[in-house]
T-cell receptor, first 114, second 111 residues
Framework: DVKVTQSSRYLVKRTGEKVFLECVQD?????MFWYRQDPGLGLRLIYF???????EKGDIPEGYSVSREKKERFSLILESASTNQTSMYLC?????????????FGQGTRLTVV | QQQVKQSPQSLIVQKGGISIINCAYE??????FPWYQQFPGKGPALLIA?????SEKKEGRFTISFNKSAKQFSLHIMDSQPGDSATYFC??????????FGSGTRLLVRP
């Protein structure tokens, strides 16, 4: 079974802090994604990566950056956390960009910025 | 802009009833339409998916109906069970670039 693991289930951070959310997948997937989930808005794509050191902006990249130094690990960085970044963050991986493959999600990190 | 519109936002169904969730899309280039199911405290997981060359796909109690001319697709859950209580997301994609998700439907199946 594919496993996508997010490092924290719950995080509480202060406004202005630099926040790192970590995600690791164990199935050698090329593609990794960061979404945020908010009630009534569904899942919105923040950033994705289709290869090591490669990244592309999603629909809501402002205030975020990402890092992918190794194939299995994809990090989301909040450069200066703000209260409007309080949300559920979901990491996902997919096997192959050329096909409509299944996205496997982690369990999510609920981030609260105070 | 919201490229995939999902309704209703919440749904309550009695055990044994039929649950119906609807989605409409705008981009006629979309060529893959999955549904994801999310239980509380878990990430979404793929439930069933369809491509626009077929009008219906059935897997057990779950059926996707697809209407290409109307740019709509729906999820039908037959004989709904309390264990089906979850949040359901429709999604759409062009090629394999990125999934565009709907806003989600919270389903509650009463015993």
């Amino acid at each position: 079974d594919v496993k996508v693991t997010q490092s924290s289930r719950y995080l509480v951070k202060r406004t202005g802090e630099k926040v790192f959310l970590e995600c690791v997948q164990d199935m050698d997937h090329e593609n990794m994604f960061w979404y945020r989930q908010d009630p009534g808005l569904g899942l919105r794509l923040i950033y994705f990566s289709y290869d090591v050191k490669m990244k592309e902006k999603g629909d809501i990249p402002e205030g975020y950056s990402v890092s992918r130094e190794k194939k299995e690990r994809f990090s989301l960085i909040l450069e200066s956390a703000s209260t409007n970044q309080t949300s559920m963050y979901l990491c996902a991986s997919r096997r192959d960009r050329a096909m409509n493959t299944e996205a496997f999600f982690g369990q999510g990190t609920r981030l609260t910025v105070v | 802009q919201q490229q995939v519109k999902q309704s209703p936002q919440s749904l309550i169904v009695q055990k044994g009833g039929i649950s119906i969730i609807n989605c409409a899309y705008e981009n006629t280039a979309f060529d893959y339409f999955p549904w994801y199911q999310q239980f509380p405290g878990k990430g979404p997981a793929l439930l069933i998916a369809i491509r626009p060359d077929v009008s219906e796909k059935k897997e057990g109690r779950f059926t996707i109906s697809f209407n290409k001319s109307a740019k709509q697709f729906s999820l039908h859950i037959m004989d709904s069970q309390p264990g089906d209580s979850a949040t359901y997301f429709c999604a759409a994609e062009r090629g394999s670039y990125k999934l565009i998700f709907g806003s989600g439907t919270r389903l509650l199946v009463r015993p």
